[in-house]
C-alpha cells in the first residue's frame, strides 16, 4: 500500500514558486490498478516521481508498504527503487543497447545476478511480454508498442511489487493502447502488482483501473472506486474527462429534450443487472412509454454497466422508479 | 615535372611525417585521458544535472574558456618552463606534446560536455529509477548513449591537433609543419610545401573518413 498524508510539492522557478502539489492525502491499496487523471500540468507526474523519490516532496510522509520513503538515506533508497519499476510515455530505452541489453540493466546494475542468471531471465522477460524474438534489435528498429513492451520487460526485471507508469500509451496508437493496457492488467492480475497509471484520458482509466484519483491545478478533487467516480462524477474537471470518454455533448443533449415529452431520467445499472430486460419488464407492468435519448452499454474494467438516458410518459410513473430502483438501478432526475 | 620536385626528399619527409604522426598520436592520447573525465565533471556539475554546482561549474568553466581563447602559439611560449620540467626539453616531438594537450584538452572537455547534454534526460531518469548509483549512471547510461557524439568529438579534435602541430612547428617540435616552414617558407622550396600540405590534407581526410565510420557503426537511432 502507499500512502500519502500531506505530502506537497513546490518548485522554484525564475525566483517565482510554483505550487505543483497542494497538500495531499491519498491511499492507494497494494494489488490494484490505480489511475491518476488530470490535465497537462494538474501535478500527475509530480505527484508519481515522488513515489519513488525521483522528486523529493517539500513536506509530509509518504509510507510505502509501512515504510516512510522520506526517509531513506541514499542506498536504501537504491534498494527501495529495485522494489519500484517504472515505464514512461517515450520509453526512455538506451538507444545504443539491444532490446536483450536493456531488459538485463536493471539486473546488472543490482549486481547480484550471474550472466547465466540475467540470460535466462531477460529471456523469460522477452517471452512474457512477446517480444522473444526481438531480443537482438536495437530500439530504433522497433514500433512504438514493441517499445513500450521492452519498457515493461525492463521494468519488471527486478520483481518489483509497484510498477508505475507515466502516460505509458499516450504515444500509442488506439489499437496498439490496447494491447499495452490488455499487457498490464495480465501483469497485475498474475503477479498481482501494484499499478499507479497516469493519463489524461477517462477510457484508459474505465479499461483498467480499479479505483481512480483526479488532479486538477495541484489539488486532488475527487477520488474513489472507478465505477463511482465514472459513472457519477461530482466534480466539473471529472464531469468534463467522463464527457470527453463517453462523447457526449450535454448540449446536444438538452436540445433533445424540447423535443420529447414527459420526465427524463438516467439510469445507470451495474453488474447482471445490465444484461436484464429489465426496462420493458418495467414498462409493460407499470403502463410507462419510454423513449432512448442516449446510452452506453460497455464496461468499467470487469464490471458491466450501462447508462441510458430515457424520457417515460403516461403509466405509473412511481411503481416504475420502485420497481427500477428495488432492481438495483440508480436513478438520477434529469427533467 | 621532377624539376618542380628537386628539393624532395624522401628521407626528410618520411622522418618529419613520422614525427607528426607521433606527436598526434601521444597529443590525442593524453587528450582523450584528461578531457572525458573533464567533460564528465563539466557535464555533471553544469545547470539542472545530477550534481549541479553553480560556483565549481563557473569556476571550471572558466578555466576551460581561458585555455581554449589563449592563441596556440602564445600557449606555447608561455608553456615552455612546465614543458621543461615535464619532459626536460622543449623542443622535438616530447616538447611538443604537453602545450598540444593543454590546448586540446579544454575543447574536446566542451564537445564532451555538450555530447552528454544530447543525451535524453529520460534515460538519465530511467537508469535513476533502477536504483543505480550515479557512476552506474555515468558508465552505463551516459557514455554509451554519447558514444556516437564522443566519437565525433574525438574526430575534430584529432584533426584541430594535426593543424596545432603544423604549428608546433614553427617552434622547433619538427614534424611536417616544420618543414612546409623552413623549407617551404623560408627558402621558397615550394614543392617541399606543396607535399607537406598534401600529405596533411590525407592524413585530416583519413581522420574525417574514419571518425564518420565509426559514428556511424555506433549510432543505433
Ligand atoms: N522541474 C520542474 N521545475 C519547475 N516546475 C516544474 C518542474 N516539473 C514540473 N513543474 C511544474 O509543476 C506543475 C506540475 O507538473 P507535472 O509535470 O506534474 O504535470 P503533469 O500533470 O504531469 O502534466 P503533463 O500531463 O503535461 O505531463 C506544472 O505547472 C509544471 O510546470
Ligand atoms: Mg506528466
Not at chain 1, 468534463?240 to 423535443?259: P, S
Not at chain 1, 450501462?306 to 438520477?332: C, I, S, W
Amino acid at each position: 500500500m502507499i500512502e500519502f498524508q500531506q505530502v506537497y510539492k513546490t518548485y522554484a522557478a525564475k525566483g517565482r514558486e510554483i505550487q505543483a502539489l497542494k497538500p495531499i492525502d491519498l491511499e492507494i491499496p497494494a494489488g490494484r490498478i490505480y489511475g491518476l487523471i488530470g490535465h497537462s500540468g494538474a501535478g500527475k507526474s509530480t505527484l508519481l516521481r515522488l513515489i519513488n523519490r525521483l522528486e523529493d516532496p517539500g513536506g509530509g510522509r509518504i509510507k510505502v508498504a509501512g515504510q516512510d520513503v522520506t526517509q531513506l538515506n541514499a542506498s536504501e533508497l537504491r534498494a527501495f527503487r529495485r522494489q519500484v519499476g517504472m515505464i514512461f510515455q517515450h520509453f526512455n530505452l538506451l538507444s545504443s543497447q539491444t532490446v536483450a541489453d536493456n531488459v538485463a540493466l536493471p539486473l546488472k546494475l543490482a549486481g547480484e545476478f550471474s550472466r547465466q542468471q540475467i540470460r535466462d531471465k531477460v529471456q523469460r522477460l522477452l517471452q512474457r511480454v512477446g517480444l522473444e524474438d526481438q531480443a537482438n534489435k536495437y530500439p530504433a528498429q522497433l514500433s512504438g508498442g514493441q517499445k513500450q513492451r521492452v519498457g515493461i520487460a525492463r521494468a519488471l526485471a527486478t520483481d518489483p511489487k509497484i510498477l508505475l507508469c507515466d502516460e505509458a500509451t499516450s504515444a500509442l496508437d488506439p489499437q496498439t493502447t490496447a494491447q499495452v493496457l490488455d499487457l498490464l492488467n495480465e501483469i497485475n492480475r498474475e503477479l498481482g502488482l501494484t499499478l499507479v497509471l497516469i493519463t489524461h484520458e477517462m477510457d484508459v482509466i474505465r479499461r483498467i483501473c480499479d479505483q481512480v484519483a483526479v488532479l486538477d491545478a495541484g489539488e486532488l478533487v475527487e477520488q474513489g472506486p472507478v465505477s463511482e467516480v465514472f459513472l457519477h462524477p461530482q466534480h466539473p474537471t471529472t464531469q468534463r474527462f467522463v464527457q470527453e470518454a463517453e462523447q457526449m455533448n450535454e448540449e446536444k443533449l438538452h436540445e433533445d429534450f424540447d423535443r420529447v415529452e414527459g420526465r427524463i431520467l438516467r439510469l445507470t445499472f451495474k453488474g447482471e443487472t445490465t444484461y436484464e430486460p429489465l426496462l420493458a419488464e418495467v414498462a409493460r407492468q407499470t403502463g410507462v412509454d419510454f423513449t432512448l435519448l442516449a446510452g452506453r452499454i460497455d464496461r468499467i474494467r470487469d464490471l458491466p454497466y450501462g447508462q441510458l438516458t430515457v424520457a417515460f410518459k403516461g403509466g405509473d410513473l412511481e411503481a416504475a422508479r420502485q420497481r427500477l430502483q428495488d432492481a438495483g438501478v440508480h436513478l438520477e432526475e434529469l427533467r | 615535372m621532377n624539376q618542380f620536385f628537386s628539393n624532395i626528399d624522401a628521407y626528410q619527409i618520411w622522418m618529419a611525417t613520422q614525427e607528426t604522426l607521433w606527436m598526434l598520436g601521444g597529443s590525442l592520447f593524453f587528450t582523450l585521458l584528461f578531457g572525458l573525465p573533464l567533460g564528465v565533471l563539466l557535464f555533471l556539475t553544469g545547470p539542472r544535472q545530477l550534481f549541479a554546482q553553480k560556483g565549481f561549474y563557473a569556476i571550471l568553466s572558466l578555466i576551460t574558456n581561458i585555455l581554449r581563447s589563449l592563441p596556440f602559439i602564445i600557449l606555447m611560449i608561455v608553456m615552455i618552463p612546465i614543458t621543461v620540467l615535464i619532459t626536460g626539453t622543449s623542443l622535438g616531438v616530447a616538447g611538443a606534446i604537453p602545450p598540444l594537450v593543454v590546448g586540446a584538452t579544454p575543447f574536446f572537455a566542451r564537445l564532451v560536455e555538450t555530447a552528454l547534454r544530447e543525451v535524453d534526460r529520460g534515460i538519465i531518469e530511467a537508469t535513476q529509477a533502477m536504483g543505480a548509483t550515479t557512476k552506474q549512471i555515468i558508465f552505463n547510461a551516459l557514455l554509451p548513449e554519447a558514444r556516437p557524439g564522443i566519437i565525433a568529438a574525438t574526430t575534430v579534435t584529432a584533426i584541430t591537433l594535426v593543424s596545432y602541430t603544423a604549428m608546433a612547428g614553427a617552434v622547433g617540435a619538427g614534424g611536417l609543419g616544420d618543414l612546409a616552414i623552413r623549407y617551404g617558407y623560408q627558402r621558397f622550396q615550394t614543392d617541399v610545401m606543396v607535399v607537406t600540405v598534401l600529405l596533411l590534407l590525407v592524413l585530416v581526410q583519413l581522420l574525417q573518413s574514419l571518425g564518420d565510420r565509426l559514428v556511424v557503426h555506433f549510432s543505433r537511432k
